[in-house]
C-alpha cells in the first residue's frame, strides 16, 4: 500500500557502491527488465499485439509529486520522492568514505544514533576523523529533511497546501513508472516501469496508454473540487476511445481502485445512473484491479495510531512518520470495513487496548484508539471526508456503504497476491494520557494466527469467513503482506452483479511487488488477445 522505495536495500547498496560507479547501476537495471522484454517478445512472436487502449490508476504514495510553490531552489522539481531533498547527498558520499577508513560502529552510524536528533551533538563529540563528519552531516540532513516535511504535510484539515506551499502531482506515464528517476534509485522506486516497459515492447504507445496520476495525499472529493481530476478521467478516457475506437481498459494498483470506484459513484451522482451506466458501458471495457483493498486494511490504523514511513524506514522516525501520515486526508478511505468479512470467531477486534493501570486487553474502536493519541482532528476528517460522504459511506442507516457496491462495469478482472503472512490486529497499551505504544507481545500460532511484537498476523491456515460463505466450507487462506485475504476477494460477492468477473490468486505475490511480476504482464497479455 506504499511505495515501492525499498530503503534497506538502498542502504546497503551505497554503502557498498558510491552513486559514479555507473556500470554496477546499470548492470541491476537491466537486470530488472530483462523479463520483461524476453516475454513481449515472445508473446509479439504468437501474435498478440495491442488491442484494447489502457489507462493507468497508481496507488497511494505511487504518483511523484513536484512543487510548484514554496522553497525557491525546489520549484518545479520532484519532492515525492526525492532522497536528495531529504539532505542524503552529502551524508551517503561521506559515510561510504567513512565506513573505508573506520570500520568500528558502522551499526550506530547508520541505526539507532540517527534516529534521534537529540543525539547528534553528542555523536559528533565522540567520533573521530570522517566519521565526524558524518555526525555533521547528519545535523545537516536533519534540517533539510525537516523543510522536505513541512512541504510534504498538508495542513491539520488533510486538504490544504501549508502558507506559502503549492504541492501537485506530474502529468503522464513519467510521474507513475519510477518516484526518484535517479540512478541509484530508479531501480529501487519503480511503481509501473516494469509493466510500462512490456506493454511498450509489446507495441503500445502514447497514443493508447496513458496514465492517470494524482495527488495521493487528499481525500477523493477533493480531488475533483481542488485539481479536477475526475472531470480530467472522463477526457482522458473519452480521448482514447476516440483514437482507438474502442473502449478503454483501466488498470489499478492498490489505493488506485479505492479511486476508480470513486469516480463511477461521482459519475452516478453528477450524471444520475441511467447517463452513467451508458457511459461507462460505451467508454470502459474493463476495470482490472490489481491487489485491491476493497474492504481496507487494518495497518492503516496502525499507520495513524504509530506512524507510516511510507517506505521510507530509514529516513523518517517516530513523530515524523506519524505527522505524515496523519495529514494524507486519503488515508481514511484505506481503513478497515465489514470486520466480519476478515476474521472468524478467534479474533474480536482490530485494535486492542490495556488502558493505564489496567491488566487486561480490550477490544477498541480505532476511533477511541485515535482519540487516546490526541488525534481527534484525524477522526473529525474521516468522518466528513468518507464516513458521512454519500459517495462512499451510507446514503441512509439501512442502506450499505456506497463503495462497497459493484462497481457498474460489464467486466471485472481482479488479480492479487495470496499465501502470505498479513497484519490483521493490535495490541496497544496506553503509556499515559495522549500516548498508547504497541506492546512487545509475542505468542504462538493458533488456528492460523500468530502474533509477534504485538501485531497479529493472519497466515495461510487462517479460516476465511468470506469462503465460507461462497463455498459452504471455512477454507484457510492468508492476503498479500499488506491486505488481508476478505479484503482483497470480497469482489467475488459480485458474481451476480458483474456479468463478466475473474479472479486469478498468485500463490506467495507480495502487494507492492505485483506490478513488477512477469505473471501481471502475462495475465495482461493472454486477457488482451482475447479482445483482438
Request: with cysteine; aromatic share 10%.
Given at each position: 500500500?506504499?511505495t515501492?522505495?525499498?530503503?534497506?536495500?538502498?542502504?546497503?547498496?551505497?554503502?557498498k557502491?558510491p552513486?559514479?560507479?555507473?556500470?554496477?547501476y546499470?548492470?541491476?537495471?537491466n537486470?530488472?527488465?530483462?523479463?520483461?522484454?524476453?516475454l513481449a517478445?515472445?508473446?509479439?512472436e504468437?501474435?498478440i499485439v495491442p488491442?484494447?487502449?489502457?489507462?493507468?490508476?497508481?496507488?497511494?504514495?505511487?504518483?511523484?509529486?513536484?512543487?510548484?510553490?514554496?522553497?525557491?531552489?525546489?520549484?518545479?522539481?520532484?519532492?515525492?520522492?526525492?532522497?536528495?531533498?531529504l539532505?542524503?547527498?552529502?551524508?551517503?558520499?561521506?559515510v561510504?568514505?567513512a565506513?573505508?577508513?573506520?570500520?568500528?560502529?558502522?551499526?550506530?552510524?547508520l541505526?539507532s544514533?540517527?534516529?534521534?536528533?537529540?543525539?547528534?551533538e553528542?555523536l559528533?563529540?565522540?567520533?573521530d576523523?570522517?566519521?565526524?563528519?558524518?555526525?555533521?552531516?547528519?545535523?545537516?540532513?536533519?534540517?533539510?529533511?525537516?523543510?522536505?516535511?513541512?512541504?510534504?504535510?498538508?495542513?491539520e484539515?488533510?486538504?490544504?497546501?501549508p502558507?506559502?506551499?503549492?504541492?501537485?502531482?506530474?502529468t503522464?506515464l513519467?510521474?507513475?513508472?519510477?518516484?526518484?528517476?535517479?540512478?541509484?534509485?530508479?531501480?529501487?522506486?519503480?511503481?509501473?516501469?516494469?509493466?510500462?516497459?512490456?506493454?511498450?515492447?509489446?507495441?503500445?504507445?502514447?497514443?493508447?496508454l496513458?496514465a492517470a496520476?494524482?495527488?495521493?495525499?487528499i481525500?477523493?472529493?477533493?480531488?475533483?473540487?481542488?485539481?479536477?481530476?475526475?472531470?480530467?478521467?472522463v477526457?482522458?478516457?473519452?480521448?482514447?476511445h476516440h483514437?482507438?475506437?474502442?473502449?478503454?481498459?483501466?488498470?489499478?494498483?492498490?489505493?488506485?481502485?479505492?479511486?476508480?470506484?470513486?469516480?463511477?459513484?461521482w459519475?452516478?451522482?453528477?450524471?444520475?445512473?441511467?447517463?452513467?451506466?451508458?457511459?461507462?458501458?460505451?467508454?470502459?471495457?474493463?476495470f482490472?484491479?490489481?491487489?485491491?483493498?476493497?474492504?481496507?486494511?487494518?495497518?492503516?490504523?496502525?499507520?495513524?495510531?504509530?506512524?507510516?514511513?511510507?517506505?521510507?524506514?530509514h529516513?523518517?522516525?517516530?513523530?515524523?512518520?506519524?505527522?505524515?501520515?496523519?495529514?494524507?486526508?486519503?488515508?481514511?478511505?484505506?481503513l478497515?470495513?465489514?470486520?466480519?468479512?476478515?476474521?472468524?470467531?478467534?479474533?474480536?477486534?482490530?485494535?486492542?487496548l490495556?488502558?493505564?493501570g489496567?491488566?487486561?486487553?480490550?477490544?477498541?474502536p480505532?476511533k477511541?484508539?485515535?482519540q487516546?493519541?490526541?488525534a481527534?482532528?484525524t477522526v473529525?476528517?474521516?468522518?466528513?471526508n468518507?464516513?458521512?460522504n454519500p459517495?462512499?459511506?451510507?446514503?441512509s442507516?439501512?442502506?450499505?456503504?456506497?463503495?462497497?457496491e459493484?462497481?457498474?462495469?460489464?467486466?471485472?478482472?481482479?488479480?492479487?497476491g495470496?499465501?502470505?503472512d498479513t497484519?490483521l490486529?493490535y495490541?496497544?497499551?496506553?503509556?499515559?494520557?495522549?500516548?498508547?505504544?504497541?506492546?512487545d507481545?509475542?505468542?504462538?500460532e493458533k488456528d492460523g494466527?500468530?502474533?509477534?511484537k504485538?501485531?497479529?498476523?493472519?497466515?495461510?491456515r487462517a479460516?476465511?469467513?468470506?469462503?465460507?460463505?461462497l463455498?459452504?466450507?471455512?477454507?484457510?487462506?492468508?492476503?498479500?503482506?499488506?491486505?488481508?485475504y476478505?479484503s482483497?476477494?470480497?469482489?467475488?460477492?459480485?458474481e451476480?452483479?458483474?456479468p463478466?468477473?475473474?479472479?486469478?490468486?498468485l500463490?506467495?505475490?507480495?502487494?507492492?511487488?505485483?506490478?513488477?511480476?512477469?505473471?501481471?504482464?502475462?495475465?495482461?497479455?493472454r486477457y488482451?488477445?482475447?479482445?483482438?
Amino acid at each position: 500500500m506504499t511505495t515501492q522505495l525499498m530503503s534497506e536495500v538502498y542502504k546497503e547498496e551505497i554503502m557498498k557502491h558510491p552513486e559514479e560507479d555507473f556500470d554496477y547501476y546499470e548492470q541491476r537495471e537491466n537486470e530488472h527488465y530483462t523479463n520483461h522484454h524476453r516475454l513481449a517478445k515472445e508473446l509479439k512472436e504468437e501474435g498478440i499485439v495491442p488491442t484494447l487502449p489502457i489507462l493507468l490508476v497508481p496507488g497511494f504514495a505511487s504518483s511523484s509529486l513536484k512543487v510548484e510553490q514554496g522553497y525557491k531552489r525546489w520549484e518545479n522539481k520532484r519532492i515525492w520522492i526525492s532522497l536528495h531533498k531529504l539532505g542524503l547527498r552529502k551524508f551517503k558520499h561521506t559515510v561510504g568514505k567513512a565506513l573505508h577508513r573506520q570500520s568500528s560502529q558502522p551499526q550506530d552510524i547508520l541505526g539507532s544514533e540517527i534516529r534521534d536528533e537529540a543525539h547528534h551533538e553528542s555523536l559528533a563529540t565522540k567520533l573521530d576523523g570522517s566519521v565526524r563528519q558524518v555526525a555533521a552531516d547528519v545535523t545537516g540532513t536533519s534540517k533539510m529533511k525537516r523543510k522536505w516535511i513541512e512541504h510534504m504535510c498538508l495542513q491539520e484539515d488533510g486538504i490544504s497546501d501549508p502558507p506559502g506551499v503549492k504541492v501537485r502531482p506530474y502529468t503522464g506515464l513519467e510521474a507513475i513508472s519510477y518516484l526518484d528517476p535517479k540512478r541509484i534509485t530508479k531501480r529501487l522506486s519503480h511503481v509501473f516501469a516494469p509493466l510500462i516497459t512490456f506493454l511498450t515492447e509489446l507495441g503500445y504507445d502514447e497514443q493508447n496508454l496513458q496514465a492517470a496520476p494524482y495527488d495521493w495525499r487528499i481525500p477523493l472529493h477533493h480531488l475533483e473540487t481542488r485539481d479536477g481530476y475526475f472531470t480530467q478521467l472522463v477526457k482522458m478516457i473519452e480521448t482514447l476511445h476516440h483514437y482507438n475506437g474502442r473502449p478503454v481498459l483501466i488498470i489499478a494498483h492498490s489505493m488506485g481502485n479505492r479511486v476508480v470506484q470513486y469516480f463511477f459513484n461521482w459519475l452516478k451522482w453528477t450524471r444520475g445512473e441511467t447517463d452513467a451506466t451508458a457511459w461507462i458501458k460505451c467508454y470502459v471495457h474493463t476495470f482490472f484491479a490489481v491487489g485491491p483493498p476493497w474492504l481496507g486494511a487494518p495497518k492503516i490504523g496502525r499507520a495513524l495510531i504509530s506512524g507510516e514511513a511510507m517506505g521510507l524506514d530509514h529516513f523518517l522516525f517516530g513523530k515524523e512518520r506519524l505527522r505524515l501520515a496523519r495529514s494524507c486526508g486519503s488515508i481514511g478511505c484505506l481503513l478497515p470495513i465489514e470486520r466480519s468479512k476478515f476474521v472468524m470467531n478467534e479474533i474480536e477486534s482490530f485494535y486492542y487496548l490495556k488502558k493505564k493501570g489496567e491488566d487486561q486487553f480490550q477490544p477498541c474502536p480505532l476511533k477511541d484508539l485515535l482519540q487516546s493519541c490526541d488525534a481527534q482532528r484525524t477522526v473529525e476528517c474521516v468522518d466528513k471526508n468518507f464516513m458521512n460522504n454519500p459517495l462512499y459511506g451510507s446514503r441512509s442507516e439501512d442502506q450499505p456503504m456506497s463503495i462497497l457496491e459493484a462497481p457498474p462495469v460489464e467486466r471485472l478482472f481482479a488479480l492479487y497476491g495470496v499465501g502470505l503472512d498479513t497484519e490483521l490486529s493490535y495490541y496497544y497499551e496506553q503509556k499515559n494520557e495522549h500516548k498508547i505504544v504497541l506492546v512487545d507481545r509475542d505468542s504462538p500460532e493458533k488456528d492460523g494466527y500468530r502474533t509477534s511484537k504485538g501485531i497479529t498476523y493472519e497466515t495461510n491456515r487462517a479460516k476465511q469467513p468470506l469462503l465460507k460463505i461462497l463455498t459452504g466450507n471455512p477454507m484457510a487462506q492468508s492476503g498479500d503482506g499488506s491486505v488481508p485475504y476478505a479484503s482483497l476477494a470480497f469482489c467475488r460477492l459480485w458474481e451476480k452483479e458483474i456479468p463478466d468477473l475473474r479472479v486469478k490468486e498468485l500463490e506467495g505475490v507480495e502487494h507492492k511487488n505485483i506490478l513488477s511480476q512477469p505473471v501481471l504482464a502475462l495475465t495482461l497479455a493472454r486477457y488482451l488477445k482475447e479482445f483482438q
